[in-house]
């Protein structure tokens, strides 16, 4: 069986009886399959040896690769403004260092109510140390960039680092950055309201 993080494929080697939904929330480590459970303690679901000290893209766990993404927030309303929160979900535990500068996403905007940005920008807020990283971008209240019934999606991209570093925990290596059409999808639409 091939090592996961070392396909570059969102489903990769995960467990095959669990749903989409359920595979946004399991994670490798040098242990296996793992989830948290309701008392944010790892479960192992399925134990595989001979995986701790990667050191390479082509030993241990590989290069953490991103998964999915999904919308936090499940409602905007222009009018009030506020926060969109997008999580992007990795297929291992990620450290994100901002000591050079806070990495971040793309939303892209349908413009089909009348919002003049065709995109948002999301910056990296919290997560490190997880396999879930939150962006967020705010949006002031009554704005013009974004209007009733603008559709926000993610689309296909790379989290733009901007001098940050994104890695697999307790390793050296590089996680990848490149969100897939498929793992943007994931996420859904998040149509804006008034």
Not at 58 to 64: D, E, R
Not at 81 to 91: K, L
């Amino acid at each position: 069986m091939a090592l996961w993080g070392t396909t570059v494929t969102t489903d990769e080697s995960k467990p095959k009886w669990l749903t989409a939904e359920q595979k946004k929330t399991v994670f490798a480590t040098d242990r296996g399959w793992v989830q948290l459970n309701g008392k944010g303690l790892e479960e192992v679901l399925c134990s595989i040896g001979g995986l701790s000290g990667g050191s390479s893209a082509t030993v241990g766990l590989g290069k953490a690769t991103i998964t999915a993404t999904d919308f936090v927030s499940t409602a905007f309303d222009v009018s009030d403004g506020g926060n969109i929160d997008v999580r992007v979900i990795f297929n291992e535990k990620v450290t994100v260092n901002t000591s050079g500068g806070s990495p971040t996403i793309v939303i892209t905007n349908s413009q089909a109510g009348g919002g003049s940005a065709a995109t948002k920008t999301a910056t990296y807020q919290s997560g490190s140390g997880t396999n879930r990283l939150t962006f967020r971008c705010t949006i002031g209240a009554g704005g013009s960039t974004v209007s009733a019934d603008d559709v926000l999606s993610i689309g296909a991209q790379n989290i733009a680092l901007n001098s940050g570093t994104l890695k697999d925990t307790g390793t050296t290596l590089d996680s990848l950055v490149a969100i897939s059409a498929a793992a943007g999808a994931a996420a859904g639409t998040l149509t804006a309201t008034a």
